[in-house]
C-alpha cells in the first residue's frame, strides 16, 4: 500500500502563513528522492485557507484535505460546510471523528458516520479517526472502545466511495501531548483495527490504508511505519514547520534541507 502522510494544521496558520509553507514544502518535495514521490502527502489547512492551499497545490503530487464537513448535505445549517462545497474546491480527503470533534464538540459515533457518509456521496475519501482515553487503556478496554467506535462510525455498507476511506488511530492520550504509544502498542491496535475492517468491509477492508496519530515526529516515524498493518501517519504539531514535516517523509537527508 502507498504511504500516506497527513499534516493536520488544526486551528493554525493565517494565509501568508499558509502560502509560505506550501512554498517551502514543495521545493523540498522536488529535492527529495525516489522515496519521497513514492509517499502521497495531503495537507488539511483551517477552513481560510482551503481554497488558496488548494490552488497553490494546483500541478503539484500534493494532496487537500478539509479537517471536518457537515453531517449534512445543504440547508439552514449556519457555519457549516458541506462535503459538496469541500469538492468544488478540489478537496480529495476530510478528517472526521477526531478526538478533539468528538471531546470538544460532543459529536457522536452516528454524527461521524454521518460525516463519512456525506463526504463519500461527494467523491473524497473519509479519514475516520479513532482512538482511547488513558483510562480506556489502563482499564484494559482499548481493544473494545476502539472497535465500538470504529464500527459505528463507518459510512453504511453500500455507500459510494466507501471502500476508498482511510482509518486513523489516535490514542486520545497521545495527541499533543509529546507522549507516543510504541511502535509495539500501535501495531497492536492497528491489527485489530484491520480484522474489523475485514469483517465489515471484505475485500475492501484488506486493502484499506490505517493511519497512526499521536505526536509523530522525525525521530519516531521510522519505527512507526516499520510495523506491518501501520501504512501512514497523521501529524499534528510537527506538520507546522515545512522543514520539520518534510523530515517526516523518512526519506529526506538532514543535509538536504535548508537550515
Known sequence: MRTLIVANWKMNKNLAEA?????DLLAIWKAGGPGAHSTEVVIAPPYTALSPTGEALTGSPLRL???DVSAHKEGAFTG???A???ADIGCEYGLVGHSER?????E???IVAQKAEQLCLNGLKPIVCV???LGDRESGDTAEVVLEMLRSSLPPPGTPGRDKLVVAYEPVWAIGTGLTASPEQAQAVHAIIR???EEEMGEAGKRTRILYGGSVNPQNVKSILSQNDIHGVLVGGASLDAIEFGRIFGYLDSEDLPS
Open 80 to 82: 457549516e460546510v458541506s
Open 65 to 67: 484535505a478539509a479537517q
Open 195 to 197: 480484522d474489523c475492517l
Open 102 to 106: 468528538r471531546s470538544g464538540a460532543f
Open 131 to 133: 482512538g482511547e482515553t
Open 84 to 86: 459538496g462545497m469541500l
Open 19 to 23: 502560502s509560505q509553507f506550501i512554498q
Open 108 to 110: 457522536s459515533n452516528a
